[in-house]
């Protein structure tokens, strides 16, 4: 099971990095995932996008992993107006929330749960090397999503992968930083992104944040905003017991 979920994990780390209803933003969502039900609240600023830009919907699901489902898409709520004028724009800081269909249901207990650690210490500096074929594998399925969804053939490329390291281990969480670069069809930049596993209610919620072509001082930056949000998602899934 331990291997499972960590190949799981590998596999949705670099899932909708390339992405490029209610009538307002939402603060919090809460998703109906088997018997049970997990909130996701939105990051401090931001606010909830998925079901608000369905332009910025259709980008992420199309850049997403094929075994993964999309829960939720956080921008800054000082971006909206931007993004009501004209979808159309590349994101510069955003989040996303993910789940595994394979094991979205299944209940994950703690004892699970360190077990992913354990090894995810273990395996994921191979796992995430620059010649691995999950980075193959990742080019492969966005160029075909993208593809689909824009029409035209689109190529996608990814260079100079760079994991920079866990920064939270936890009973509840597993966060590691990482860098790369992209061409898609010879437009170039960079993405600079958090990973975070996170058990809320006896699931893993798989939690991203993304910052577009960094600048200095994103990444301690990028891992704040990391903690705080996955604190206040575990929190927010305690039972009254654990509060």
Same mark, same amino acid.
């Not at 992104?193 to 994103?218: E, H, M, Q, W």
């Given at each position: 099971?331990?291997?499972?979920l960590?190949?799981l994990?590998?596999?949705?780390?670099v899932?909708?990095?390339?992405?490029q209803? +209610?009538?307002?933003?939402?603060?919090s969502?809460?998703?109906?995932?088997?018997?049970r039900?997990?909130k996701?609240?939105?990051?401090?600023?931001?606010?909830g996008a998925?079901t608000?830009f369905?332009?910025?919907?259709?980008?992420?699901?199309?850049?997403?992993d094929?075994g993964n489902?999309?829960?939720?898409?956080?921008l800054?709520?000082?971006?909206?107006?931007?993004f009501?004028?004209?979808q159309?724009?590349?994101l510069?800081?955003?989040?996303?929330?993910?789940?595994?269909?394979?094991?979205?249901t299944?209940?994950?207990?703690?004892?699970?749960?360190?077990d992913?650690?354990?090894?995810?210490e273990?395996?994921?500096?191979?796992?995430?090397?620059p010649?691995?074929?999950?980075?193959?594998?990742?080019?492969?399925?966005?160029?075909k999503?993208?593809t689909?969804?824009?029409g035209n053939e689109t190529?996608?490329?990814?260079n100079? +992968?760079?994991?920079?390291?866990?920064?939270?281990?936890g009973?509840?969480?597993l966060?590691?930083?990482?860098?790369?670069?992209?061409d898609?069809?010879n437009?170039?930049?960079?993405?600079l992104?958090?990973t975070?596993f996170v058990?809320?209610?006896?699931?893993?919620?798989?939690?991203?944040t993304?910052?577009?072509?960094?600048?200095?001082?994103?990444i301690?930056k990028l891992?704040?905003?990391?903690s705080?949000?996955?604190k206040e998602?575990?929190?927010?899934?305690?039972?009254?017991?654990q509060?």
């Amino acid at each position: 099971m331990k291997s499972l979920l960590l190949l799981l994990i590998v596999v949705s780390l670099v899932s909708g990095l390339v992405a490029q209803a +209610p009538s307002a933003g939402t603060l919090s969502e809460e998703f109906q995932l088997g018997s049970r039900s997990v909130k996701v609240p939105a990051p401090d600023g931001f606010m909830g996008a998925f079901t608000r830009f369905d332009k910025i919907a259709e980008r992420m699901i199309a850049t997403e992993d094929a075994g993964n489902e999309v829960l939720t898409v956080h921008l800054p709520a000082s971006e909206f107006p931007k993004f009501e004028a004209n979808q159309d724009q590349d994101l510069d800081l955003y989040t996303k929330v993910s789940v595994s269909k394979r094991v979205k249901t299944l209940d994950i207990s703690p004892s699970m749960f360190a077990d992913v650690v354990s090894a995810s210490e273990k395996q994921i500096v191979a796992l995430l090397g620059p010649n691995s074929d999950i980075f193959k594998r990742v080019e492969g399925n966005t160029g075909k999503g993208l593809t689909e969804l824009w029409g035209n053939e689109t190529t996608v490329r990814i260079n100079e +992968p760079k994991y920079l390291g866990f920064f939270e281990k936890g009973t509840d969480t597993l966060s590691f930083m990482m860098s790369m670069n992209f061409d898609i069809n010879n437009r170039k930049f960079s993405i600079l992104n958090t990973t975070s596993f996170v058990r809320a209610n006896n699931r893993v919620l798989f939690i991203y944040t993304y910052k577009r072509n960094p600048i200095a001082g994103d990444i301690e930056k990028l891992r704040s905003l990391a903690s705080k949000w996955t604190k206040e998602i575990r929190d927010a899934n305690k039972t009254p017991s654990q509060k």
